[in-house]
């Protein structure tokens, strides 16, 4: 099977336990208005790519991965999923640890085909880093031009799997920093008996000139970065809600 790869990162540190090799493949459905990769949203796009290619790459530095493995990302990369299905099998076989980086926005649990699908690759699975980009259903497909009722069937699928989840939310100025919206985010997490992690990422701008170089205009042109300092107290505001949550199921 050929997969169409974006870009690859070899020494990652952030997208999964340990030193990864992190591939990020072309396609998305989403288009939230903080992304900061445009250029992956095209399916079409990247450099095809097969499944040995990507682990000869793997292999040639795997004395660096000893403690980390393989994060697929995107894009969305449920949009090639058989790619990834195929990517993790062999990985797996050879003894790599997997790490799927999704907003999970592919997820149909009403279609028995698409549940088979996520089924044959969870079973291969190691580890989902899951984005959650708003609690508020609305608010979500104002963001991210998307409904956000796949992304939450699939948390719950997850969980009912038993799959390690790592939490990702990008806390954005004057859109998903409301402390009520926050709050309400981790006392939902506390209903999750997975989640192993939250990374609380602050908005940042640097994407923008991808945006102007591609002749997108860009949503929040007038949006300063968020302060890592302004992150901190967002997760505090966020486990606030998970204990309680947890405390008062």
């Not at 991965?65 to 062999?90: C, D, H, M, N, W």
């Not at 901190?232 to 949550?245: K, M, N, P, Q, S």
């Amino acid at each position: 099977m050929i997969g169409r790869v974006h870009s690859i990162e070899s020494f990652g540190t952030v997208d999964g336990p340990g030193i990864r090799m992190v591939i990020f493949l072309s396609g998305c459905p989403m288009r939230c208005l903080y992304c900061h990769n445009p250029d992956t949203w095209d399916p079409k796009g990247g450099t095809p790519t097969t499944v040995d290619e990507l682990l000869e790459q793997f292999e040639r530095a795997r004395p660096f991965y000893r403690k980390g493995g393989i994060t697929v990302s995107g894009g969305e990369p449920l949009v090639q999923i058989g790619f990834v299905t195929e990517l993790f099998e062999a990985a797996k076989a050879r003894g790599i640890h997997t790490c799927l980086d999704t907003s999970g926005i592919t997820f149909q649990p009403d279609s028995p085909g698409i549940l088979d699908r996520f089924d044959r690759l969870m079973a291969v699975t190691d580890l989902v880093l899951l984005d959650i980009k708003h609690i508020d259903p609305k608010e979500h497909e104002t963001l991210c031009g998307q409904p956000q009722a796949p992304v939450m069937a699939f948390a719950a699928y997850l969980d009912r799997k038993k799959i390690p989840v790592w939490i990702r939310h990008v806390v954005v100025p004057g859109i998903t920093d409301k402390p009520e919206d926050l709050y309400r985010l981790g006392t939902y997490l506390a209903t999750l008996r997975n989640v192993k992690a939250l990374d609380v990422l602050p908005y940042h701008d640097m994407g923008k000139v991808k945006y102007h170089s591609l002749g997108i205009p860009y949503a929040l042109e007038d949006v300063p970065p968020l302060s890592k300092e302004k992150a901190r107290e967002a997760r505090t505001i966020i486990l606030d809600g998970f204990r309680d949550g947890r405390s008062h199921p």
